[in-house]
Antibody
Framework: QVTLKESGPVLVKPTETLTLTCTVSGFSLSNARMGVSWIRQPPGKALEWLAHIFSNDEKSYSTSLKSRLTISKDTSKSQVVLTMTNMDPVDTATYYC????????????????????WGQGTLVTVSS | EIVMTQSPATLSVSPGERATLSCRASQSVSSNLAWYQQKPGQAPRLLIYGASTRATGIPARFSGSGSGTEFTLTISSLQSEDFAVYYCQQYNNWPPSYTFGQGTKLEIK
């Protein structure tokens, strides 16, 4: 059974750095074609993709937040870590991690992927 | 960045009736589109991928259609558990640059 669980601080102060951990089970981060993304959702608002890490350690980031984000993984601990610097009250949101599912499609030289399994999310509030 | 626009923002439908939700992409995403359902206090749940393929365990009353820039999620004969917020999401690019629509809230009429 695939599970993902997010953990991290409930409250951070403005300008601080947020570090979130996604601990996975039921699959290995070292498997080929395995990847995890982080997505966030401000209260009452839409989902926003933040970052993705692939099995070969290739990383991708939201264009608008790229300068503030770092994603990494520790395969031995089955963990994916997201750091976000210079936190602001507008970053208050529920942060989710999700396992990707990749597949091939004719005409594409790269794998296509969607969010197959989601963690329960963790609410982070930014306030002084 | 590909912008996804969903309509309507809120849809009021009676149980047992059909609901039709729309999603438009600012440029073609081929069939590389997924739909998710989110209930209050819960994480999103995958419903549809590849624009029209139901995910494992998703009832047949959920169907997706479309390609290019216009997509539709149809829920035939609405059940009480279907009232939720629905999001579309494109995954057409590599390196990944995923974008979601702003959501459609399906409420009981």
């Amino acid at each position: 059974q695939v599970t993902l669980k997010e953990s991290g601080p409930v409250l951070v102060k403005p300008t601080e750095t947020l570090t979130l951990t996604c601990t996975v089970s039921g699959f290995s981060l070292s498997n080929a074609r395995m990847g995890v993304s982080w997505i966030r959702q401000p209260p009452g608002k839409a989902l926003e993709w933040l970052a993705h890490i692939f099995s070969n350690d290739e990383k991708s980031y939201s264009t608008s937040l790229k300068s503030r984000l770092t994603i990494s993984k520790d395969t031995s601990k089955s963990q994916v870590v997201l750091t976000m610097t210079n936190m602001d009250p507008v970053d208050t949101a529920t942060y989710y991690c999700a396992r990707m599912y990749y597949y091939d499609s004719s005409g594409y030289s790269y794998p296509l992927a969607y969010f197959q399994h989601w963690g329960q999310g963790t609410l982070v509030t930014v306030s002084s | 960045e590909i912008v996804m626009t969903q309509s309507p923002a809120t849809l009021s439908v009676s149980p047992g009736e059909r609901a039709t939700l729309s999603c438009r992409a600012s440029q073609s995403v081929s069939s590389n589109l997924a739909w998710y359902q989110q209930k209050p206090g819960q994480a999103p749940r995958l419903l549809i991928y590849g624009a029209s393929t139901r995910a494992t365990g998703i009832p047949a009353r959920f169907s997706g259609s479309g390609s290019g820039t216009e997509f539709t999620l149809t829920i035939s004969s609405l059940q009480s558990e279907d009232f939720a917020v629905y999001y579309c999401q494109q995954y057409n690019n590599w390196p990944p640059s995923y974008t979601f629509g702003q959501g459609t809230k399906l409420e009981i009429k």
